[in-house]
Structure formats: structure tokens, C-alpha cells
């Protein structure tokens, strides 16, 4: 797909792009820089627009737009993109109604797109940039066709929902450095001031050896949507993608990847030999819970005497509750809502009161890379913190002691017939231990 180059400048001219070339050779290498997207060079300057296209117009998604269009002022959301046209002008409205972001929400008619394959026309419209906002399930895919059409992409969390999806983002992930994409991963805590303050001090070795970890995630559960008369299975469930495992990879996945991932980032980036646990449906059993569970409980061994335990549940009407907790030979570190914190031999609290959001803090931190030429690639730790997630769910679905390995090679692909809406989803069944098949 030929690129676009700024108005009014060469592509081969301009004080902006020699310095991005320079600092682009630094970063991935001289002969990478050739092949590096035309409409990149100009935005060194910090002057020139990045025109935004958002995919998947949930409330996530709209919460993505907002953060990009706050994290660079030359930054315009120019096209969005969702399966449901009422989503699409929810979202819209939304972005339209926020002072400080509505003057750079130019999404005219013909750069709203609607369907299953609205994704590729929003890829194929002139954006620079792709956000990644819609269910799990798609997300490998439409990674992968951002980056073969030369686009940045900010992605949210999970990335997968099986193993096939995984083994494809590692995939897309090494096809991006050699193009010298960026990809920027929506696991937030990476880009949290404290966390990284913590995860610093943690690898300088302020608690020692790591010798036990916990993660636990207790909450009450989100939205559910009923369904209306005239749904097609693949509507409703699309509708409802929450509750069905095809396409959130259950809730564990969908949002317990966040503790997986900074007991990872703790760990030095080392992830499980195996693993082992339960989980079951006991609170959450209702005819619009599709057929996920509510509870997993699951041990990750590492090997070397090293293991994570990891508990996570939606029951409504208990009490929450949701941290990481290391245990060192030198001390302890945990990050929860209420605190970020190491106690023992170097003890540290964070005690700024200007901590920014997060989720907008990796969107800052995007659009200042691009602007500076420094690569972000997140897309190795994305996946297999997505993977880990999934193993646990695997385990608990068959009742099998499963690998990494066995995990990151499973050929259960979680797909419908077709995507469209007379197409068939896989099968809404209950997992049952002893009796799901692994493979």
C-alpha cells in the first residue's frame, strides 16, 4: 500500500526526517530505516498531525481515543470502525461531548465503517495509527493486518484467546521490528510511574531472590446484556462477548492478565514450566453468563523451587480485593490499589500524590516515541503474558497439569463458521473437568 506524504514536503527533504533517520539507524539499524513508513519522518518535527483511526468503539475503546487524542496535540481521530453502527455513534458522541479533545474528533461519514470487515477499511483509509479496542478474539488477526499495511498499533489487553492467536502475535511481533513498527501493549501497569519505580529496584535486587509470588484479582463481575427478539446467536453473542470464551478467553484472561503480567515483569521477564489449578461456575450461572467460569485458582511452577500462586473471582456481594505480592530473600514488594511498597532490608513506598493514570500514561509514551523515532515494541511480553492467562484457563477447563509448552502449542483454535451474522459460533459449553479434552 503506497504511503502518504505530508503535503508540501518531499519525502526525501526536510531538517525532520534526516534526524529521524539518524536516530531510526540507532534504534533498529541502518538498513531498517529505508523501509520505515514515509509519513513516520515528518512527525519529529512534533508539529505535523498523526491521523488516529480507532477499531472496536466499546467503552475501552472510546477510553483509548480520548488518552491518544490528550497525549499529543497534533494527534485528530480521523476514522473509527466496530461491528455495530449504534456502538460506533455511541462512542462518537462520547468523544464529541469531552472539551479539550472535541476540536480533533474528525470523523466524517465516509471514514465511519461498519462489519465484520470494517477493521480493513479503517486499515486502508490513510490512518497512521490503528487502536486495537475490540474483543480478544480478533485481535491477532487485525494486529497482523495493521502491521502488513505498515501501521503503528496501540493494543489492548488480552491479545489472544488460544494458543493458535498467541503463536500469531509472536509472529506479527517479529514481522514489526524488522519493519520498524511500533507496537504498545494496553498492560497499563508497565507504563505506571510507580510500578516502574518498584520493578527497578526489585531487579537491582532490593528484595533478594524472589522465592514465592501471589496475584489475586477478587471483584464483582461486570455488565451483562440480554437478549433482544430477532438476534442472531452470533449477534447475541457478539453483543455479549464477555461470557463466552471464544471470544474474551474467559475472564481470567480478559482481566487477570494484568497480575500475570507484573508478576512476569517482577520475574525478569521468565515465565512458567507449568502449571496446574482449578475453577468452576458456583455464583455466576445465570442464561446471560454464557458458558465462562466465575472462580480460578491456579499454581505456576517455574522450577528452581519458584512458584506463583494465582486466585481470581466475580462473585457480586463479596468483598474485593485485588495486588501482587512478591516474597524475596531480602524483603517483600507489593502493588495494590492502595499502595506501591517494598518493607524489609531496602524499604521504599511510593508517596508521590501526582500519579497519572496509566492507561494514559502509555498512550503519552507512545506518541512521544513516535515523535522521537524511538521503537516500542511491546508485543513479546504482551503475548506471553496473554498465554500464561490462557494455561490457567486450560488447566482449570480440562483438569490437566498442562505445560508452557503444550500451551503454546494447543491447536484448539476458538473460531466461528464465518464472521458474519448467520455464521455459528463454536459451541457454548460449560467446560467440565475430567471431561474437556485438552489439544
Known amino acids: 500500500m503506497k504511503k502518504e506524504v505530508p503535503k508540501n514536503e518531499s519525502p526525501l527533504s526536510s531538517p525532520s526526517r534526516r534526524k529521524f533517520v539518524v536516530q531510526s539507524a540507532t534504534t533498529v539499524g541502518a538498513a531498517m530505516a529505508a523501509t520505515l513508513p514515509i509519513s513516520r519522518s515528518a512527525w519529529a518535527a512534533g508539529s505535523d498531525r498523526i491521523k488516529i483511526g480507532l477499531v472496536g468503539c466499546g467503552g475501552r475503546g472510546s477510553g483509548a481515543a480520548a488518552q491518544a487524542l490528550r497525549a499529543d496535540d497534533g494527534n485528530e481521530l480521523v476514522a473509527v470502525a466496530d461491528v455495530f453502527q449504534d456502538r460506533l455513534q455511541l462512542s462518537l458522541t462520547t468523544l464529541q461531548k469531552q472539551p479539550d479533545i472535541k476540536g480533533r474528533v474528525k470523523v466524517d461519514a465516509a471514514h465511519q465503517f461498519v462489519g465484520f470487515d470494517a477493521y480493513q477499511q479503517l486499515i486502508g483509509s490513510g490512518v497512521d495509527v490503528v487502536l486495537l479496542a475490540t474483543p480478544p478474539h480478533f485481535r491477532p488477526l487485525q494486529l497482523r493486518a495493521c502491521i502488513d499495511a505498515g501501521k503503528h498499533v496501540f493494543v489492548e489487553k488480552p491479545v489472544a484467546v488460544d494458543g493458535p492467536g498467541v503463536r500469531s502475535v509472536l509472529e506479527t511481533t517479529k514481522i514489526a521490528a524488522q519493519k520498524g513498527l511500533y507496537i504498545v501493549s494496553g498492560l497499563n501497569t508497565r507504563y505506571s510511574h510507580k510500578a516502574q519505580e518498584m520493578m527497578k529496584r526489585i531487579h537491582d535486587g532490593a528484595i533478594g531472590d524472589i522465592v514465592s509470588m501471589n ?225
Request: aromatic share 14%.
Open 215 to 439: 496475584a489475586v484479582r477478587y471483584a464483582n463481575g461486570v455488565w451483562t446484556r440480554a437478549r433482544q427478539a430477532g438476534m442472531t446467536e452470533m449477534e447475541y453473542q457478539m453483543r455479549n462477548w464477555y461470557y463466552f470464551t471464544w471470544l474474551s478467553g474467559d475472564f481470567n484472561v480478559e482481566q487477570f492478565v494484568h497480575q500475570l503480567d507484573q508478576m512476569a515483569w517482577a520475574n525478569g521477564g521468565k515465565y512458567p514450566e507449568r502449571c496446574f489449578g482449578t475453577g468452576g461456575r458456583q455464583v455466576r450461572t445465570g442464561k446471560d453468563h454464557g458458558h465462562i467460569y466465575d472462580h480460578f485458582e491456579t499454581t505456576y511452577d517455574y522450577g528452581n523451587n519458584l512458584r506463583a500462586y494465582a486466585g481470581t473471582r466475580h462473585w457480586k456481594g463479596c468483598t474485593p480485593e485485588s495486588g501482587t505480592y512478591l516474597i524475596g530473600t531480602k524483603g517483600t514488594a507489593s502493588i495494590t490499589r492502595r499502595s506501591t511498597q517494598i518493607e524489609g532490608e531496602n524499604p521504599w513506598r511510593w508517596r508521590s500524590r501526582k500519579e497519572v493514570d496509566s492507561h494514559q500514561l502509555e498512550h503519552d509514551a507512545f506518541f512521544a516515541a513516535l515523535r522521537s523515532g524511538n521503537v516500542i515494541n511491546n508485543g513479546e511480553y504482551m503475548a506471553k503474558s496473554t498465554l500464561m492467562a490462557i494455561m490457567a484457563r486450560m488447566t482449570a477447563y480440562t483438569g490437566k497439569n498442562l505445560t508452557w509448552a503444550e500451551a503454546l502449542n494447543s491447536k484448539e483454535a476458538l473460531m466461528p463458521s464465518a464472521y458474519t451474522w448467520q455464521g455459528e459460533p463454536p459451541a457454548a459449553k460449560v467446560a467440565v473437568p475430567g471431561v474437556t479434552k485438552f489439544w
